[in-house]
């Protein structure tokens, strides 16, 4: 049914039940999996620019550290699951636009990823990568909780 899924991970304890979720899909209908991290770029206002360069370097350095334990994670979970794993972690101005180009790109079949939970108002002026991924995709995606 479907051989390649998708699962964007954010390092939370919902995007890792996403991903075993995944994970089992991947190992019934003998499929593989990709684990996508997407970094969000460092936000700040322009204010004393040789301090905040060394926070944007410490921020990017920390968030790739963080990234590359958030795939092995899910590596580790993929290969006691005997289920193929690719793994990618990367900057992205826009989560849901990344994840939608990869899943494009490496001819995903499914995107298998946690909901949020935004409530009230913040949910209703930022919305959820995960609503964004559900508007924008042309191929299934399982929300899990």
Do not use: W
């Not at 995007?15 to 684990?35: F, P, W, Y």
């Amino acid at each position: 049914m479907f051989k390649h899924i998708l699962i964007p991970i954010d390092g939370s304890e919902l995007s890792r039940r996403a991903a075993a979720k995944g994970i089992e899909l991947a190992k019934l209908c003998q499929g593989k999996i990709t684990v996508l991290h997407v970094i969000p770029p460092f936000q700040t206002i322009a204010y004393m620019g040789a301090l905040l360069a060394a926070t944007e370097f410490a921020y990017n350095e920390q968030a790739k550290t963080d990234g590359e334990q958030y795939l092995a994670e899910i590596r580790a979970m993929a290969e006691a699951a005997g289920v193929a794993f690719e793994g990618e972690a990367g900057f992205g101005e826009q989560p849901n636009e990344t994840i939608l180009a990869v899943a494009k790109a490496r001819q995903c079949d499914l995107i298998v990823m946690g909901s949020h939970g935004r409530r009230g108002m913040t949910r209703l002026l930022l919305g959820s990568e995960t609503q964004k991924v559900l508007l924008g995709s042309n191929i299934p995606v399982l929300v899990c909780n």
